[in-house]
């Protein structure tokens, strides 16, 4: 019975880290930019944005 509590608490531990993590990363993911990123384009070839600029 001590085992099966544990399992279900380090399962639900493990839920709620990352949710807190998607809640904390949401911005990032957001602003992340996918098909600049796979699309093997140049560093000058996109347009300015202003989230880029906050990151330097």
Known sequence: MKGRIAVFV?????????????????????DYDLE???GGTKVGDYEHNQADSQLS
Request: aromatic share 12%.
């Open 10 to 30: 380090i399962i639900l531990v493990t839920i709620i880290a990352m949710f807190l993590c998607w809640l904390w990363l949401q911005d990032v993911i957001e």
């Open 36 to 38: 600049r990123a796979l």
